[in-house]
Protein backbone atom coordinates (compact mmCIF):
# COMPACT_ATOMS: atom_id res chain seq x y z
CA UNK A 1 0.00 0.00 0.00
CA UNK A 2 1.81 3.52 -0.89
CA UNK A 3 1.15 6.52 1.34
CA UNK A 4 -1.74 8.45 0.85
CA UNK A 5 -4.34 11.18 2.88
CA UNK A 6 -7.87 12.37 2.16
CA UNK A 7 -9.47 14.36 4.22
CA UNK A 8 -12.07 17.30 4.75
CA UNK A 9 -12.33 20.38 6.79
CA UNK A 10 -15.25 21.98 7.19
CA UNK A 11 -15.38 25.23 9.82
CA UNK A 12 -18.82 26.65 11.23
CA UNK A 13 -18.60 30.38 12.91
CA UNK A 14 -21.16 32.33 14.63
CA UNK A 15 -20.60 35.27 16.05
CA UNK A 16 -19.80 33.77 19.11
CA UNK A 17 -18.37 30.20 18.66
CA UNK A 18 -16.42 28.40 16.00
CA UNK A 19 -16.26 24.90 15.02
CA UNK A 20 -14.43 23.23 12.62
CA UNK A 21 -14.61 19.27 11.90
CA UNK A 22 -11.94 16.96 10.06
CA UNK A 23 -12.36 13.71 8.48
CA UNK A 24 -9.89 11.80 6.71
CA UNK A 25 -8.70 8.46 5.87
CA UNK A 26 -5.02 7.60 5.66
CA UNK A 27 -2.35 5.10 4.58
CA UNK A 28 0.64 4.34 5.44
CA UNK A 29 3.06 0.71 5.95
CA UNK A 30 0.15 -1.44 4.80
CA UNK A 31 -1.98 -0.16 7.24
CA UNK A 32 -4.75 1.96 6.39
CA UNK A 33 -7.49 4.10 9.31
CA UNK A 34 -10.00 6.87 9.02
CA UNK A 35 -9.87 9.77 11.48
CA UNK A 36 -11.74 12.70 12.75
CA UNK A 37 -10.94 15.33 14.28
CA UNK A 38 -12.78 18.08 16.09
CA UNK A 39 -11.68 21.44 16.67
CA UNK A 40 -12.82 24.45 19.30
CA UNK A 41 -11.16 27.82 20.23
CA UNK A 42 -11.31 25.46 23.60
CA UNK A 43 -9.73 22.32 22.98
CA UNK A 44 -9.17 19.62 19.77
CA UNK A 45 -9.75 15.99 19.62
CA UNK A 46 -8.73 12.90 17.63
CA UNK A 47 -10.88 9.47 17.28
CA UNK A 48 -9.26 7.02 15.40
CA UNK A 49 -11.33 4.37 13.16
CA UNK A 50 -10.56 1.64 11.14
CA UNK A 51 -10.54 1.15 7.37
CA UNK A 52 -13.93 -0.72 7.04
CA UNK A 53 -15.27 2.69 8.70
CA UNK A 54 -14.81 4.77 6.21
CA UNK A 55 -17.26 4.78 3.03
CA UNK A 56 -17.52 7.82 0.24
CA UNK A 57 -21.04 7.83 -1.87
CA UNK A 58 -21.94 10.21 -4.31
CA UNK A 59 -20.86 13.69 -2.29
CA UNK A 60 -20.57 12.51 0.85
CA UNK A 61 -18.45 10.80 3.29
CA UNK A 62 -19.33 8.59 5.94
CA UNK A 63 -17.02 7.30 8.90
CA UNK A 64 -19.08 5.17 11.33
CA UNK A 65 -22.26 7.01 11.86
CA UNK A 66 -20.93 10.24 11.19
CA UNK A 67 -21.67 11.71 7.86
CA UNK A 68 -20.52 14.77 5.87
CA UNK A 69 -21.26 16.37 2.59
CA UNK A 70 -23.06 19.04 0.90
CA UNK A 71 -26.21 19.39 2.83
CA UNK A 72 -23.82 19.04 6.11
CA UNK A 73 -22.55 17.63 8.93
CA UNK A 74 -24.23 14.93 11.19
CA UNK A 75 -22.02 13.20 14.10
CA UNK A 76 -22.65 10.96 17.05
CA UNK A 77 -18.89 9.91 19.09
CA UNK A 78 -18.88 8.69 22.27
CA UNK A 79 -15.60 7.73 23.46
CA UNK A 80 -13.74 8.15 26.43
CA UNK A 81 -11.53 11.35 24.88
CA UNK A 82 -14.74 12.54 23.06
CA UNK A 83 -18.99 12.73 23.36
CA UNK A 84 -20.22 14.53 20.38
CA UNK A 85 -23.10 14.61 18.95
CA UNK A 86 -25.55 16.43 17.07
CA UNK A 87 -26.23 18.16 13.11
CA UNK A 88 -25.90 21.12 11.52
CA UNK A 89 -27.27 21.89 8.17
CA UNK A 90 -25.72 24.04 5.31
CA UNK A 91 -27.35 26.27 2.76
CA UNK A 92 -26.02 26.35 -0.82
CA UNK A 93 -22.19 26.36 -1.55
CA UNK A 94 -20.77 29.15 -2.69
CA UNK A 95 -17.89 27.83 -4.77
CA UNK A 96 -15.29 29.08 -6.85
CA UNK A 97 -15.35 29.69 -10.46
CA UNK A 98 -12.76 26.66 -11.08
CA UNK A 99 -9.84 24.67 -9.27
CA UNK A 100 -8.00 26.54 -6.76
CA UNK A 101 -4.82 24.66 -7.82
CA UNK A 102 -5.27 25.97 -11.68
CA UNK A 103 -2.95 24.23 -14.01
CA UNK A 104 -0.99 22.50 -10.87
CA UNK A 105 -4.24 20.29 -10.45
CA UNK A 106 -2.66 17.82 -13.68
CA UNK A 107 0.75 18.49 -12.25
CA UNK A 108 1.90 14.45 -11.20
CA UNK A 109 3.81 13.58 -8.18
CA UNK A 110 2.60 16.36 -5.90
CA UNK A 111 2.89 16.13 -2.30
CA UNK A 112 -0.62 17.78 -1.60
CA UNK A 113 -2.82 18.89 -3.43
CA UNK A 114 -5.84 21.23 -2.20
CA UNK A 115 -9.96 22.09 -3.10
CA UNK A 116 -11.82 24.51 -1.77
CA UNK A 117 -15.44 23.29 -2.49
CA UNK A 118 -17.31 26.72 -0.35
CA UNK A 119 -16.28 29.76 0.47
CA UNK A 120 -19.42 30.89 2.45
CA UNK A 121 -22.53 28.79 2.73
CA UNK A 122 -25.00 29.23 5.73
CA UNK A 123 -25.08 26.85 8.75
CA UNK A 124 -28.02 26.35 11.19
CA UNK A 125 -28.17 23.78 13.86
CA UNK A 126 -26.57 22.71 17.18
CA UNK A 127 -23.71 20.09 17.99
CA UNK A 128 -22.88 18.90 21.50
CA UNK A 129 -19.12 19.01 22.06
CA UNK A 130 -18.25 17.37 25.47
CA UNK A 131 -21.28 18.84 26.93
CA UNK A 132 -20.79 21.87 25.37
CA UNK A 133 -23.79 23.31 22.97
CA UNK A 134 -22.34 25.14 19.93
CA UNK A 135 -25.35 26.42 18.42
CA UNK A 136 -25.54 27.82 14.86
CA UNK A 137 -28.24 30.07 13.50
CA UNK A 138 -27.58 31.49 9.81
CA UNK A 139 -24.05 31.34 10.37
CA UNK A 140 -21.11 31.25 8.28
CA UNK A 141 -19.70 27.84 6.95
CA UNK A 142 -16.55 27.29 4.83
CA UNK A 143 -15.04 24.01 3.33
CA UNK A 144 -11.57 22.95 1.96
CA UNK A 145 -9.75 19.53 1.25
CA UNK A 146 -6.59 18.25 0.36
CA UNK A 147 -4.90 15.15 -0.67
CA UNK A 148 -1.89 13.61 -1.55
CA UNK A 149 1.32 11.88 0.61
CA UNK A 150 2.42 14.90 3.45
CA UNK A 151 1.50 18.36 4.26
CA UNK A 152 3.89 21.25 3.22
CA UNK A 153 6.53 20.94 5.65
CA UNK A 154 6.32 24.93 6.10
CA UNK A 155 3.42 26.70 5.36
CA UNK A 156 0.54 29.24 6.40
CA UNK A 157 -3.14 29.09 5.92
CA UNK A 158 -5.66 31.95 6.56
CA UNK A 159 -9.48 31.80 6.23
CA UNK A 160 -11.61 34.88 7.34
CA UNK A 161 -15.55 35.85 6.94
CA UNK A 162 -15.51 39.41 7.10
CA UNK A 163 -18.68 42.15 5.89
CA UNK A 164 -19.28 41.77 2.20
CA UNK A 165 -16.45 38.60 1.65
CA UNK A 166 -14.85 35.92 2.87
CA UNK A 167 -11.28 35.00 1.86
CA UNK A 168 -8.73 31.97 2.00
CA UNK A 169 -4.83 32.24 1.23
CA UNK A 170 -2.30 29.79 2.07
CA UNK A 171 1.51 30.25 1.16
CA UNK A 172 4.09 26.92 1.24
CA UNK A 173 7.21 25.37 0.73
CA UNK A 174 6.16 23.10 -2.49
CA UNK A 175 9.23 20.28 -3.70
CA UNK A 176 8.54 19.03 -6.66
CA UNK A 177 11.59 17.27 -8.57
CA UNK A 178 14.14 17.83 -6.78
CA UNK A 179 13.59 21.32 -6.41
CA UNK A 180 11.56 23.80 -4.12
CA UNK A 181 9.45 26.73 -4.69
CA UNK A 182 6.91 28.92 -2.88
CA UNK A 183 3.48 28.53 -4.05
CA UNK A 184 0.74 30.42 -3.35
CA UNK A 185 -3.12 29.97 -3.42
CA UNK A 186 -5.96 32.38 -2.13
CA UNK A 187 -8.75 33.87 -3.11
CA UNK A 188 -11.15 36.73 -1.57
CA UNK A 189 -15.30 36.90 -2.39
CA UNK A 190 -15.56 40.65 -1.72
CA UNK A 191 -18.94 42.63 -2.61
CA UNK A 192 -19.96 39.80 -5.33
CA UNK A 193 -17.11 39.93 -6.96
CA UNK A 194 -14.52 36.62 -7.20
CA UNK A 195 -10.08 37.75 -7.01
CA UNK A 196 -7.50 34.87 -7.00
CA UNK A 197 -4.52 35.30 -6.13
CA UNK A 198 -1.62 32.56 -6.95
CA UNK A 199 1.91 31.03 -8.33
CA UNK A 200 0.00 30.52 -11.51
CA UNK A 201 -1.48 33.80 -12.41
CA UNK A 202 2.62 35.52 -11.45
CA UNK A 203 1.95 35.73 -7.75
CA UNK A 204 4.92 36.48 -5.58
CA UNK A 205 5.77 37.05 -2.03
CA UNK A 206 7.26 40.20 -1.08
CA UNK A 207 7.48 40.13 2.53
CA UNK A 208 7.61 37.13 4.80
CA UNK A 209 8.62 38.00 8.23
CA UNK A 210 7.32 38.33 11.61
CA UNK A 211 3.76 36.09 11.13
CA UNK A 212 3.30 38.85 8.38
CA UNK A 213 2.80 37.84 4.63
CA UNK A 214 2.66 40.11 1.60
CA UNK A 215 1.40 38.62 -1.59
CA UNK A 216 1.56 40.96 -4.79
CA UNK A 217 0.20 39.74 -7.76
CA UNK A 218 -0.22 42.60 -10.88
CA UNK A 219 -2.23 45.18 -9.74
CA UNK A 220 -3.51 43.14 -6.39
CA UNK A 221 -1.67 43.16 -3.02
CA UNK A 222 -3.26 40.96 0.04
CA UNK A 223 -1.38 41.56 3.40
CA UNK A 224 -2.21 38.83 6.11
CA UNK A 225 -0.24 39.49 9.70
CA UNK A 226 -0.98 36.88 12.33
CA UNK A 227 -1.54 39.26 16.12
CA UNK A 228 -2.36 37.07 18.21
CA UNK A 229 -2.53 33.12 18.16
CA UNK A 230 -4.74 30.95 20.18
CA UNK A 231 -3.26 27.94 19.08
CA UNK A 232 -4.73 23.96 19.39
CA UNK A 233 -3.04 20.58 17.97
CA UNK A 234 -3.67 18.81 15.54
CA UNK A 235 -2.78 15.68 13.31
CA UNK A 236 -1.25 16.49 10.18
CA UNK A 237 0.21 13.39 7.45
CA UNK A 238 3.91 12.47 6.99
CA UNK A 239 3.82 10.54 4.23
CA UNK A 240 0.62 9.24 4.91
CA UNK A 241 1.21 8.72 8.62
CA UNK A 242 -0.85 11.21 11.24
CA UNK A 243 1.82 11.71 13.07
CA UNK A 244 2.95 15.32 12.53
CA UNK A 245 1.65 17.53 14.84
CA UNK A 246 0.72 21.24 13.23
CA UNK A 247 -1.15 23.97 15.86
CA UNK A 248 -4.33 25.70 14.19
CA UNK A 249 -5.52 29.26 15.93
CA UNK A 250 -9.20 28.64 14.81
CA UNK A 251 -10.12 31.60 16.56
CA UNK A 252 -8.18 34.61 16.64
CA UNK A 253 -6.94 37.93 16.47
CA UNK A 254 -5.72 39.26 12.78
CA UNK A 255 -5.13 41.58 10.11
CA UNK A 256 -5.81 41.85 6.41
CA UNK A 257 -5.42 44.39 3.84
CA UNK A 258 -6.78 44.31 0.04
CA UNK A 259 -5.48 46.43 -2.47
CA UNK A 260 -5.80 47.13 -6.42
CA UNK A 261 -4.42 49.30 -8.11
CA UNK A 262 -2.35 51.26 -5.21
CA UNK A 263 -6.22 51.57 -3.59
CA UNK A 264 -7.17 49.79 -0.55
CA UNK A 265 -10.50 47.78 -1.25
CA UNK A 266 -10.51 46.58 2.53
CA UNK A 267 -8.29 47.19 5.55
CA UNK A 268 -9.34 45.32 9.44
CA UNK A 269 -8.47 43.59 12.21
CA UNK A 270 -10.46 40.63 13.51
CA UNK A 271 -10.70 38.28 16.42
CA UNK A 272 -12.38 35.56 14.11
CA UNK A 273 -9.70 34.77 11.95
CA UNK A 274 -8.55 31.03 11.68
CA UNK A 275 -4.38 30.81 11.10
CA UNK A 276 -1.67 27.94 10.39
CA UNK A 277 1.44 29.71 10.84
CA UNK A 278 4.02 26.07 10.28
CA UNK A 279 7.77 26.93 10.82
CA UNK A 280 7.94 29.92 8.31
CA UNK A 281 9.94 33.08 10.19
Not at 112 to 129: A, D, E, P
Not at 185 to 197: K, M, P, S, V
Request: net charge positive.
Amino acid sequence: MYHFFYGWYLKCQSDEQTLAVIPAIHGAKGTCTCSIQVITDSGAWTVTFGKNAFKRTGKNIFIGENQFGEKGIRLNIDTPQMCIQGRLHFGRLVRLKYDIMGPFALVPFMECRHSVWSMRHTVRGNMSVNGQIYSFQNAWGYWEGDRGRSFPKEYLWTQCFFKDGTLMLSVADIPISGIHFTGIIGAILWRGTEYRIATYLGARVVQNQNKTVRVIQGDLELSVRLLQASGQPLKAPAKGNMIRTIRESICCRAFYQFRKKGCTLFAFETDRASFEFEYFS
